[in-house]
């Protein structure tokens, strides 16, 4: 099984990727993760990945493509680990995942010198990733010893955005006290915010927070966009408390 995610949206690059799949490997089964990244995205990719590579069957190959750096003196990778196989760019995208996992081996991705300087999911990654789902790991390129690291910045009660939702929840990776009410500061702005059990408890037309499925906090508005209303970005700083 390959498992897609990106920053592509609904775009042909996304069908061009799964066009490579299919040409290397006809019989591959392939599953979209996420899709919706914000463009460039690392930190919102990084995020997505590590909450969600555990619902997957082991043996299953993660192809992730958020690449600001495509085309550029970055490595390729894949990286086996106990029950998985990731691939993608060097950029830290895999690092959060992958590190709370045994790594078995990381091996470089070579890139032909055909490849297009701005689509490697298509030209590299897709490739690789078929290649591996059909058992050539140790085939893909010479092994490595290490990868990048992209830390998703958490110290006591400040931690990060990590991910604006399709609703325009704001995503943060910084977990649930046990109380009902928040200071939540975001740069130079205080906001004092109810921690309401369900969407449906909470009041209309007001910010308020909840537990997410990632077991985070969220800030969300009852049937609206808390986002519209906020204007976050994946990587701003954020306290709660």
Same mark, same amino acid.
């Given at each position: 099984?390959?498992?897609? %995610?990106?920053?592509?949206?609904?775009?042909?690059?996304?069908?061009?990727?799964?066009?490579?799949?299919?040409?290397?490997?006809?019989?591959?089964?392939?599953?979209?993760?996420?899709?919706?990244?914000?463009?460039?995205?690392? $930190?919102?990719?990084?995020?997505?990945?590590?909450?969600?590579?555990?619902?997957?069957?082991?043996?299953?190959?993660?192809?992730?493509?958020?690449?600001?750096?495509?085309?550029?003196?970055?490595?390729?990778?894949?990286?086996?680990?106990?029950?998985?196989?990731?691939?993608?760019?060097?950029?830290? %995208?895999?690092?959060?995942?992958?590190?709370?996992?045994?790594?078995?081996?990381?091996?470089?991705?070579?890139?032909?010198?055909?490849?297009?300087?701005?689509?490697?999911?298509?030209?590299?990654?897709?490739?690789?990733?078929?290649?591996?789902?059909?058992?050539?790991?140790?085939?893909?390129?010479?092994?490595?010893?290490?990868?990048?690291? *992209?830390?998703?910045?958490?110290?006591?009660?400040?931690?990060?955005?990590?991910?604006?939702?399709?609703?325009?929840?704001?995503?943060?990776?910084?977990g649930k006290l046990d109380k009902d009410e928040?200071?939540?500061?975001?740069?130079?702005?205080?906001?004092?915010?109810?921690?309401?059990?369900t969407y449906g408890a909470a009041n209309a037309?007001? *910010?308020?927070? $909840?537990?997410?499925?990632?077991?985070?906090?969220?800030?969300?508005?009852?049937?609206?966009?808390?986002?519209?209303?906020?204007?976050?970005?994946?990587?701003?700083?954020?306290?709660?408390?």
């Open positions: 099984m390959i498992v897609l %995610l990106s920053d592509f949206g609904q775009s042909e690059y996304l069908g061009a990727m799964k066009g490579v799949v299919y040409s290397v490997s006809p019989d591959a089964k392939m599953v979209d993760l996420c899709h919706s990244i914000g463009a460039q995205n690392v $930190i919102e990719g990084s995020w997505v990945l590590k909450n969600n590579y555990r619902y997957f069957p082991e043996g299953a190959t993660f192809c992730c493509v958020v690449d600001p750096g495509v085309g550029t003196e970055r490595k390729a990778i894949a990286v086996k680990t106990e029950k998985y196989y990731f691939v993608g760019p060097d950029n830290g %995208l895999l690092w959060e995942t992958v590190k709370e996992q045994k790594i078995i081996e990381i091996r470089e991705i070579p890139v032909p010198a055909e490849a297009s300087k701005t689509f490697h999911g298509r030209d590299v990654f897709a490739k690789a990733s078929a290649e591996i789902d059909s058992g050539k790991f140790n085939e893909i390129g010479e092994r490595i010893e290490k990868t990048e690291k *992209l830390e998703l910045y958490k110290e006591g009660r400040e931690g990060i955005v990590v991910r604006i939702d399709r609703f325009g929840n704001i995503v943060t990776n910084l928040y200071s939540v500061v975001i740069g130079e702005k205080e906001y004092v915010m109810r921690c309401s059990p037309g007001e *910010l308020f927070l $909840i537990e997410g499925s990632s077991n985070t906090l969220e800030i969300s508005l009852k049937n609206g966009s808390a986002n519209d209303r906020l204007g976050l970005r994946p990587g701003e700083k954020i306290k709660m408390s």
